[in-house]
């Protein structure tokens, strides 16, 4: 399938607010036939999510600023601007911020993953992070939220 050539940027039109951190889809399924989407993550100490492994895709993160200790299969190491940590699928990872924000490039191979994020999210107001979460969301939220993870395939890992 041939594609026009973009020029993809963070916009508040291709962003969201997620868990306290902003992403900015740069590519979508959509765009890359499903073969990938690409995410510019802008992230804060204390949102991360628990440890988990995705059946699916793999996530690769090339971070931009700020430190993020990964925790990948049996491995744990400290990425710095310039550096990469690959997640492959069906491997349980997890990671903390090191520092108070973070900037990272998210890839997804395959693609897909990406429509979770957007499900429970809010459209970004700014490019900045959201205000801090104010609480803990209601159960209904967080049933669905692990619903529709187990339906994609994330699953998750409390004693990793």
Known sequence: MAHELVQIKPELKNS?????HT???LIESSQSDGAFSLISCYFRKG??????YHRNESETFYVLEGEIRFHIGDKKFTARAGETAFAPK????S???ETDTAKALLLIAPAGIETFF????IPAQSLELPPIPDG??????LNHMLKRATEMGIVWMPEF
């Open 90 to 93: 069906e491997v349980p990872h």
């Open 118 to 121: 957007k499900e429970f999210s």
């Open 47 to 52: 949102g991360e999510p628990p440890a988990h």
């Open 95 to 97: 990671f903390k911020l």
């Open 16 to 20: 969201i607010w997620y868990n306290g």
């Open 23 to 25: 992403f900015s889809f």
């Open 136 to 141: 803990q969301p209601p159960a209904e939220f």
